[in-house]
């Protein structure tokens, strides 16, 4: 009796997880056929190109900025030990673009604007505005989800080149006035190990996140439940999805480009 139970939950999570996997498709499918037929919203690809991107920045140009000097003291702290702090500046470049850059961008901007697009999006679905949207013969899906997929995908590359030249001037700033190397050195060790797919691969990345974000605080917002609680709730799930979806993205498109 007891098997058959844990069969019974073990089969109700995993053919809820294929419902929620076909819903976020069929969610996905609508945005983007709705949305590449004209009309289109400028005013709201605006809007959420300055969400997105400009109000972004001070977040991540303060974690890079971080992330950077404390790659180069962790590095010089490993490698001084091999007298390798030649190759310092190689890997903090190496780490930002590939790795750091896409991914602390990704997790940060999720934290910060996928919670706030799944409050918003849950708050019109509470109070019934997207039931207006539809009133008004709106769709809902070409005005609200379809902006912030787009510009989602756009803007999250520039973030990441951002990312990348804050942390790199971060391992700069330490590995010259810090740890004492040469200034022409430094640059020249990092300019001459920096290669062009190194950059694009990040910048891909960054592409592939900012949609993946979008999606899922667009969703959750729309599958938001009625009251301030389903609200809550699902600003956290969409938090967490996308946090679990940018690792695992990473870890498939690393295997894809390198």
Not at 41 to 54: H, P
Not at 161 to 169: A, C, K, M, P
Not at 190 to 198: A, E, G, I, Y
Not at 230 to 236: D, F, H, L, S
Request: proline share 3%.
């Amino acid at each position: 009796m007891f098997a058959i139970r844990f069969l019974e939950k073990v089969g109700q999570v995993f053919i809820s997880f294929l419902n929620a996997i076909g819903e976020v498709w069929i969610f996905l499918f609508n945005s983007l056929m709705a949305g590449i037929r004209p009309p289109y919203y400028w005013k709201q690809i605006a809007q959420q190109s300055l969400q997105i991107g400009y109000f972004s920045l001070p977040v991540v140009g303060m974690t890079a900025l971080f992330t950077g000097i404390a790659m180069a003291l962790q590095c010089y702290v490993g490698f001084s030990e091999f007298t390798a702090e030649a190759a310092i500046p190689s890997v903090v470049m190496i780490a930002m673009t590939r790795e750091l850059g896409p991914v602390l961008t990704a997790l940060m901007v999720a934290g910060r604007l996928g919670a706030s697009m799944t409050a918003e999006i849950g708050t019109m679905r509470v109070t019934e505005q997207i039931d207006a949207l539809t009133t008004l013969s709106v769709n809902s899906h070409k005005y609200l989800v379809f902006p912030r997929l787009l510009t989602g995908s756009l803007l999250l590359p520039f973030l990441v080149f951002v990312d990348d030249v804050i942390g790199i001037l971060g391992g700069y700033i330490v590995g010259v006035y810090y740890l004492g190397f040469n200034s022409s050195n430094y640059i020249h060790n990092t300019f001459s190990s920096m290669s062009t797919w190194d950059v694009i691969s990040g910048l891909l990345k960054g592409a592939a996140f900012g949609f993946t974000i979008c999606l899922m605080g667009c969703y959750h917002g729309y599958a938001s439940q009625r009251g301030a609680e389903g609200v809550g709730r699902a600003t956290t799930n969409s938090v967490v999805a996308s946090s679990i979806l940018i690792l695992l993205l990473d870890c498939i498109l690393t295997f894809v480009l390198f």
